[in-house]
Every structure is written in C-alpha cells, then in structure tokens.
C-alpha cells in the first residue's frame, strides 16, 4: 500500500467499485470510517531491563509516535505515545525500591479500572514483559500476581505473558546467531522457562496463562541482532484483542521485512495474522450491509486474487487460511 492510511486506501477502492449497492456502500463506508478511528490501548509493563523499549520499537512503526504523559506528568511514570490506531502506555514495574513500587503499583491499578467515554475498560491488553536472561523474576511475578491479575476485571485474556531475551537466556549459550534461532538445547531450556511461569502464576493465582519466548533485538555496536519469534508475538497480541479491533494494527505494525524473518513456526504465524487481519476487516465493514460476500472481495481484492477469494468466504459466511496473499506486510 501507498504512505495513505491504511483505511483510506480501503475506503477509495468501496467508493469505485460499482458493483456495490449505493445502499450497502454507503454502510461500509460508514463503517470503514468508524473502524478508521478506533484505537486498541495496551499497557505495557516489566521490570527495568526487561527490553520493553526494544519490543515497542520492533513491534510498531514508531517513528511517526506522538509522545504525551500518563497520570503524573511530573515523573512521567506512565509514557504515552500515540501511533494512528494504537495507544501504548509505557509503565515502569516493581523493583525500584519500596516507595517507587508502591507509586508505580498505584499508577497500574488507576490505568487497569480506567473507563473510556463509553464506559468501558480503557486497556484493551496489558503485556507484560519478562527479561529471559534473568533467574531472578520474583518483582515480575510480584508485579502479575498480587498488581494486575486482581484488577483485571472479569476478562483474565486482556493479560499477555512475555519472555523476552531468549537469546540471553543461558547467557548466550546455544543460541545460533548465524542463523537468529536458539539450538535445540536453548530451545528445551525456554520450554521450560515458559512451563514454570505458567505453573507460578497458576499456583498464585489460580489464573492459566500461555506465555511466550521471544527477542526483540538491539544494536551492540557494530553487530546488530534482529528479532526472533517477533511473528509469534503478533499473533498473541491479536488473539488477546477483541475481533473486531485486530484490523487496525494493520496501520502501525513495523513494515520492515527483517522484523518478521526468524519465528519458530513463521509460515503459520503469519497466515493467522494475514487471517485475523482480513476477517476483522471484512466483518467490520460489512456489518449492517446485505452483499456481504461481494463487500469482502471487493476489500479482499486489495490483498490479491488469493485475498478477493478468502474476502468473499469472510463476507458471506466465516473466514478461512488467507494463503497466497502478497508479501507477509507488502501491503
């Protein structure tokens, strides 16, 4: 796609297209242009160290943030920055001393219970980010267990578990870096990293998490080591955010190529994302309107032969495997 919005360009190709009833273009119109304002807010939490700078910069095109204060502008405890679509509050975790967490556990709790004009939750997803290269997490589970976990709410799937660093997480050991994939003996240890988190906040909690592994990559000098499973985080992050929200981290996910390379699973990360993508969009836009198999070719079309035929299959009924669709983010 062009440097356009993304929904911009959705909302040209529905106003030429003449197969379309005036009636029912009219409704996706309006639907297009409400989806175009919707905003998707996370907070984003982990101790110091924790690589949350590095996952926000790999994750989304931030370069066109806009920066603004949380609850105290006078410490800045929680960041705010601004993409088009997506609001991500930055917020420090536990272990800065006694006092610092208590403000820090604080200013959470207010974030977590905030009510939007419409009156519901602000957050939509708090992702909480473990540092992998660390045997000591005890301010992090402090942070899930007894911050966060009980002022979620009734809905527990708003809760993002992970593991960042893993290519630290036996100090650098067995972890390919020719290839940007841990070796299998990496791989066995991060397994099982991720089985004792989930046991951990299971056993406090009583609440089931599936927490992930991942590395969000960084710049030491000349060397420069790019992400990995950056695919599969997506992915979580799109299952733990309501449906008809998905689509607009179309508008702000990073675009470069190199980000999305190296997963444990690639192909079918990013045919999940490709699919949650299109059925977000397509049922978005359709609703209210009586052609829907018609309105999902006419976006799909935008992703291809391949995406006209998977947006027809959305827009009638439900959605299948989008395969075949250009490049994975070559809009």
């Not at 998707?40 to 910069?57: D, E, Y």
């Not at 602000?122 to 002022?151: A, H, Y």
């Amino acid at each position: 796609m062009s440097s356009l919005n993304v929904f911009d360009e959705f909302i040209k190709k529905i106003n030429s297209d003449s197969s379309l009833r005036e009636q029912d273009k009219a409704t996706v119109l309006r639907n297009l242009s409400t989806l175009k304002d919707t905003k998707v807010n996370i907070l984003i939490t982990g101790a110091t160290g924790a690589g949350k700078s590095s996952t926000i910069n790999a994750l989304f095109n931030f370069d066109k943030a806009k920066v603004g204060t949380g609850v105290d502008p006078e410490t800045m405890d929680i960041k705010k920055f601004e993409l088009d679509n997506i609001i991500l509050f930055d917020s420090p975790g536990l272990g800065d001393g006694k006092e610092a967490d208590r403000k820090h556990a604080k200013n959470i709790i207010n974030k977590l219970v905030e009510r939007d004009n419409n009156g519901d939750l602000l957050i939509d997803l708090v992702l909480v980010i473990l540092d992998g290269s660390s045997r000591d997490l005890g301010t992090s589970f402090e942070l899930i267990n007894n911050v966060i976990i009980p002022n979620l709410g009734d809905d527990k799937s708003r809760l993002l578990i992970a593991i960042n660093q893993a290519d630290m997480a036996m100090k650098g050991k067995y972890w390919n870096s020719e290839e940007n994939l841990p070796e299998p003996k990496l791989q066995e240890f991060l397994d099982e990293k991720v089985i004792s988190t989930q046991r951990r906040i299971k056993e406090a909690t009583g609440i089931d998490v599936e927490p992930i592994y991942y590395s969000a990559g960084y710049k030491d000098g000349d060397d420069e080591q790019q992400p990995y499973n950056l695919s599969k985080l997506l992915t979580f992050i799109l299952r733990h955010t309501k449906k008809e929200k998905r689509a607009v981290f179309m508008q702000d996910i990073n675009k470069k190529d190199e980000m999305w390379e190296k997963d444990d699973k690639l192909e079918d990360y990013q045919k999940e994302i490709k699919k949650s993508f299109m059925e977000s969009l397509v049922e978005s836009a359709s609703k209210g309107a009586t052609q829907g198999a018609n309105i999902g070719g006419a976006i799909g079309s935008l992703f291809g032969k391949a995406g006209e035929a998977v947006g027809r299959t959305v827009g009638g009924v439900v959605g299948g495997i989008v395969g075949g669709i250009s490049s994975f983010f070559g809009w």
